[in-house]
DNA sequence: CAATAAATAGAATAAAAATTCCATACTTAT
DNA sequence: ATAAGTATGGAATTTTTATTCTATTTATTG
């Protein structure tokens, strides 16, 4: 045997892996060309499965291993599960981590908050389904007037919602609650409420879905995947998963949602007109 | 127990878990809850590893994998491997998908923000220096009243820096321009005020931070790189630079600068009392 | 065409992981 | 306040999975 060190990386392995398949007899060649074809399968499978699906036995599929500068297949497969995790990371385990080491300073959390806000934006990238936004997009774009309602941490992006309609003439009122005042009048039979909550879910928010909906409204509901109440009044829910870090969140993924919502509910009256 | 079927894709898991965290106990909450925003680390992960990161046993992990249907957590896991390989080709194409649906469509249009709010973010790690940032903070933590100015698209990035405040008893001001009313009155010397405003700049935030200024009070901008007003009147300067989708722009960035800084100056003064 | 080395298959063993069980702590209703 | 019913933590057990060993086959070379 030749090389000693394991590859590290992804793109250390995929090397290593070009660099080894000449010359190399019949079953580890085919160890190989399998792993070069499925090298994503490594992550989820044992050693029997991709054998098998290898056309070798698992002890060649072990030396194959070997040969590549692991020392076994837990050792390889790591790799590739931790490469996996990297896009999901624990984050209360890493913020306990960076108490641990003591390092709160300000540039840390910033760095936690970016990342946290990518992974909230891969999430809705892949966890929003095209129907669903568009049968809300489709309600909200037909609806003679548009309510927002989103209170505590939920009330940026609602007023964010408020100022994009207002910038497109859309006709929408925000319920700020500002003065206490009983919003209820204005909410009339064939207009839509979006209702922006996350756990804890606000009593206010709730409360005002709930009327609407009696008094005939179709509701848009942005909020967390965990059971949200606003799921039991037949809301059209748009879930979206933020990532906390520590007790707050940087609400990329909602806020992105919210925009690209109003900004297709405006395309949507644009091309009604004409 | 009430025998279920256990969720056979994703959807249904969702779902399942959705409609089964209400009046869940303790520790299977802890565990609904960690999976929720964990899910894919299903996949890769082992018993051990997952309960140890929801900060339970592997036994209560073991009895929410029956609750939510299933024989086990090998059971549970086969799903999340099975569905593994199709989510593999990743990010990059499940946007190109979100994209393919049509050019103005709103999935299309969320891929777009999704896009804008990712390059906001990595612009914003790298240009924002970490001794500017300290500074800032320091600064803040030392005030005795914050106050809070930013309007129009700036406003919800106000409206979450003085959620967080209030959250964490830090004593400030939201100057939010309800009834039109003049607020400088409230503004005393030795206090802080956070402005923030972007192109084109709104004349009341420049208003009330230049006025502040001339009483005394140390300026914390977040603005946007070119030629801000604020420059020139002394201000500590935060420059973001965010990514627009046509006359709109995701605030990812803005809004996890904001955060980040206020979670900073609450460690801040949790530690200056102790 | 031996003689030797390398490669392989399959069984045996070791290690790790999942799953169950049970004593104890906690809730809830009376 | 107490008993009945749940929920929990931790250890014990079972099952699965990785790894090693060895007899046998296959290739290589003088």
């Given at each position: 045997?030749i090389?000693?060190t ?7 392995f995929?090397q ?7 010359g190399l007899p ?17 992550a989820?499978s044992t050693v029997?499965?991709?054998?098998r699906s290898a056309?070798v ?6 030396r194959?291993?070997q040969?590549?500068?692991f020392?076994g297949?837990s050792?390889?497969?790591?790799i590739?599960r ?5 896009k ?5 385990t890493?913020l306990?981590n ?5 390092d ?6 910033l760095?936690?908050?970016?990342e946290?806000?990518r ?5 809705l990238a ?7 936004l568009e049968?809300?997009?489709a ?5 003679p007037?548009i309510h927002i309602a989103g ?7 609602a007023?964010y ?6 910038k497109?003439d ?7 609650g500002?003065?206490k005042?009983n919003p209820r009048?204005a909410?009339?039979?064939g207009d839509?409420v979006i209702?922006i ?13 709930t ?7 179709e509701i ?10 606003l799921r ?5 829910v ?5 990532v906390?870090?520590g007790?707050f969140?940087?609400?990329s ?5 919210a925009?690209s919502?109003a900004v ?6 644009d091309a009604?007109l004409q």
């Open positions: 045997m090389e000693q394991a590859p590290a990386t992804l793109e250390e995929n290593r892996l070009a660099e080894m398949s000449d019949k079953r580890l060649r085919q160890c190989a060309e399998f792993i070069a074809q499925n090298t994503d399968r490594i989820v029997a499965e991709l054998s056309g036995q698992p002890s060649a599929f072990m194959f291993c040969l590549m500068g020392s297949f050792e390889m497969q790591k590739f931790e490469t996996y995790a990297q999901w990371p624990d984050y209360a890493r306990e960076l108490r641990a080491t003591g709160d300073s300000p540039s840390a959390l760095a936690e908050f970016v946290a806000g992974l909230s934006l891969e999430n892949s966890s929003i389904s095209p129907e669903v049968d809300a997009v309600i909200l774009a037909a609806a007037m209170f505590r941490r939920a009330f940026p992006v007023s919602l408020s100022y994009a309609f207002e497109m859309i006709p929408a009122v925000l319920h700020d500002v003065g005042l009048h909410i009339r039979k839509v209702a909550t996350f756990a804890p879910y606000s009593q206010e928010t709730i409360e005002l879905a009327y609407a909906r009696g008094v005939g409204c848009v509901a942005i909020t967390d995947t965990m059971s949200s109440p039991k009044i037949d809301a059209q748009l879930a979206v998963s933020e906390d870090v007790a969140r940087a609400l993924g909602t806020i992105s949602l925009i919502m297709a509910i405006g395309a949507r009256r009604a």
